[in-house]
């Protein structure tokens, strides 16, 4: 019975890992087409950019209010507390890489890996409007990151479920 035990959740976290990379290339497929003039610029040469300090971006309560919200919804949906927030939530970019239901699927086989879940930490990425958050479970410690577009409507452009650190 014990082995069971664990094959399962062995296989439901291989799924985990699956459905998470899924997320993870529909976040990182957003994030890249949200900011095509990034990745069409020169890069900078190694004199400019020693020259030139990173100016961090002007404080914005609106979207840091936004990303709160969003998160809360998303966090609400996982633990099985409120629908899955609908598509205009996510970036066009997003809801082409992941639909509702594959995300239905992530957030259920998770939630059934790991248990009931808080907030355990949160840590504000120099990245503007992109947070990080370790939720701590029943069963284990999770690391959710998720990030919103910089203007209004402030929708969610990545989100990221990295597998889970097993309590002991």
């Not at 509702?100 to 840590?123: E, L, T």
């Not at 947070?131 to 690391?143: G, M, R, W």
């Amino acid at each position: 019975m014990h082995n069971h035990t664990k094959e399962t959740r062995m296989h439901r976290m291989s799924r985990h890992a699956l459905l998470s990379t899924v997320l993870a290339c529909a976040a990182f497929a957003a994030q890249a087409q949200s900011t095509p003039e990034a990745s069409s610029a020169p890069a900078p040469s190694a004199a400019a950019s020693s020259e030139a300090a990173p100016q961090a971006p002007a404080p914005n309560p609106a979207a840091e209010k936004a990303l709160a919200q969003r998160f809360q919804a998303l966090l609400a949906a996982f633990e099985g507390k409120a629908a899955l927030p609908d598509a205009k939530t996510f970036t066009d970019d997003f809801n082409k890489q992941v639909n509702g239901d594959q995300m239905k699927q992530v957030f259920n086989d998770v939630h059934q890996s790991v248990g009931s879940c808080k907030v355990a930490a949160q840590m504000t990425s120099p990245t503007p409007y992109i947070t990080s958050y370790l939720l701590q479970c029943d069963k284990a410690y999770v690391p959710m990151d998720i990030g919103i577009e910089e203007k209004a409507p402030y929708r969610v452009h990545s989100l990221l479920i990295r597998p889970g650190y097993w309590k002991k």
